[in-house]
């Protein structure tokens, strides 16, 4: 395999790894329950399992699915290309503005009371918070969708290999890690960091969709 086609294949993974990192790590309703299962050690695997399974189902749609739609049409991959890069222009700068903000976000576990108590109703639970969020279909289906067409076939695949790789450690990572870094998801500081590069990311990609449009407009 040439020198040029694996370095695309390698970009084309870790794309799609910190694409899908910088917009699952939003402190959001999904976040907050899997941060209290993880404090309260409440069926962890089974949170973390479900979570991530409902993300990859979304992942493939988004990727395989979707993003054969959207290329049948220029001027639909064009409009959706735009739409996907605005929102991540919005995002990425209300999460650097949140960093040099002194009321920088900080985890409110109060916020979330749907405690479970049974194996599946925590199931249920992590189901519901992934698919019947309005949020994550707009982050999945059309960020992710979207960014995926800048991709060959074989290496679209390596973009959704990288971004439910990203999905699988953020929720795993979470379930479990929630216990030990109370201290740190409650630190003003820690919340602006990860704000910090949040921004600085999803900004960063934003600008390679600009490039992608460059030719056809």
């Known amino acids: 395999m040439p020198a ?7 970009s ?3 794309h799609g790894f910190l694409l899908c990192a910088s917009i699952i790590m939003a402190l959001g309703p999904q976040n907050l329950f899997i941060i209290r299962q993880g404090l309260q050690r409440r069926h962890v695997f089974a949170t973390a399992f479900f979570s991530t399974l409902a993300d990859i189902v979304l992942i493939t749609v988004a990727v395989g699915g979707l993003s054969a739609v959207i290329a049948s049409s220029d001027h639909f991959r064009i409009a959706i290309t735009i739409l996907g890069m605005l929102f991540l222009v919005y995002v990425g700068g209300s ?13 409110k576990l109060t916020a979330q009371e749907a405690a479970t108590s049974g194996v599946w109703t925590t199931i249920i639970a992590a189901l519901c918070f992934s698919l019947l969020n309005p949020g994550l279909y707009i982050d999945t289906l059309l960020i992710i969708g979207s960014s995926s067409l800048n991709f060959s076939a074989s290496d679209r695949l390596l973009f959704a290999i990288g971004a439910m790789l990203a999905s ?16 740190v998801f409650q630190s003003h500081l820690a919340w602006r960091a990860l704000d910090m590069v949040r921004g600085v990311v999803m900004l960063g990609i934003a600008s390679t969709l600009v490039s992608t449009l460059a030719p056809v407009l």
């Open 168 to 183: 699988t450690a953020w929720f795993f990572t979470l379930s479990y890690g929630a216990g030990k870094l109370t201290p």
């Open 12 to 14: 084309a993974l870790i």
């Open 95 to 107: 999460a650097l503005l949140r960093a040099f903000r002194k009321g920088s976000l900080s985890p």
């Open 4 to 10: 040029l086609t694996i370095s695309t294949s390698i």
